[in-house]
């Protein structure tokens, strides 16, 4: 049973491009919460998707965006790269119905850097 | 109103002496959750708590939920060079509306062997 299972595992932009980020939820989970950890941070919810619809979204600008399709699998886009948004991006599945009083269960990320 | 403060923020103990670190929130949670994340590595799910004055304990873990749901700490008896990681609460409150999971900004802890 795979868990949840993000790439890439690292990547490099400059500052102005773009990234698209991927999430395969853990089999049986049809619900994909994507988070920004900084540095020697806690993780920073950006937004979370259910039937293939956003339904919570964080304190992030538009320039971050996102996708799920009918697999439940999730993309995370972000535009014109700044250096702040350098940051290791998790991936997080559960079960909607279990959200609200269910654990998480997190991807390993994709450690982003900006130059 | 929408964070959840944790500390300290580093803790660095010899191993076998006990460690502790507290949850803090302005606002009553729904529920707390515990992670631990290793270097380098994800957060992954230890705990969760419900109910007020809550108590649960996991070999050398002990986990408590203060009266006013608005508190947790995580307490690990004489540590091991396993404990090593960051310790995350997360507590589950209403945010404009929504329930959503607010992390703590961890506490990490390194040991001396």
């Known amino acids: 049973d795979a868990g949840v299972t993000q790439s890439p595992t690292h990547l490099i932009k400059t500052r102005g491009q773009q990234v698209t980020l991927r999430c395969s939820p853990k089999?049986?989970?049809?619900?994909v919460s994507w988070y920004q950890q900084a540095l020697g941070q806690g993780p920073q919810f950006i937004f979370q998707?259910?039937?293939?619809?956003?339904?919570q979204r964080g304190n992030f600008p538009d320039r971050f965006s996102g996708h799920q399709f009918p697999n439940y699998s999730s993309e995370l886009n972000v535009n014109a790269l700044l250096l702040g948004d350098s940051a290791l991006y998790l991936c997080?599945?559960?079960?909607?119905?279990?959200?609200?009083?269910?654990?998480?269960?997190f991807g390993e990320g994709s450690r982003l850097t900006v130059l | 109103g929408q964070q959840v403060m944790q500390i300290p923020q580093y803790q660095h103990v010899q191993e076998g002496e006990d460690f502790t670190t507290y949850c803090n929130s302005s606002?009553?949670?729904?529920?707390i959750q515990w992670y631990k994340q290793r270097p380098g590595g994800h957060p992954v799910f230890l705990i969760q708590?419900?109910?007020?004055?809550e108590v649960k304990k996991q070999k050398r873990l002990t986990f408590q939920f203060g009266e006013a749901k608005k508190n947790s700490s995580l307490h690990i008896t004489a540590t091991q060079t396993t404990d090593v990681g960051t310790y995350f609460c997360?507590?589950?409150?209403?945010?404009?509306?929504?329930?959503?999971?607010?992390f703590g900004q961890g506490t990490r802890l390194t040991i001396n062997p």
């Open positions: 606002t009553t949670l729904s529920n």
């Open positions: 997360a507590g589950r409150k209403i945010i404009q509306g929504a329930q959503k999971l607010v």
């Open positions: 997080a599945s559960s079960l909607l119905v279990v959200l609200r009083a269910g654990e998480l269960f």
């Open positions: 708590l419900v109910k007020s004055g």
């Open positions: 998707y259910y039937e293939e619809e956003e339904r």
């Open positions: 089999s049986g989970h049809d619900t």
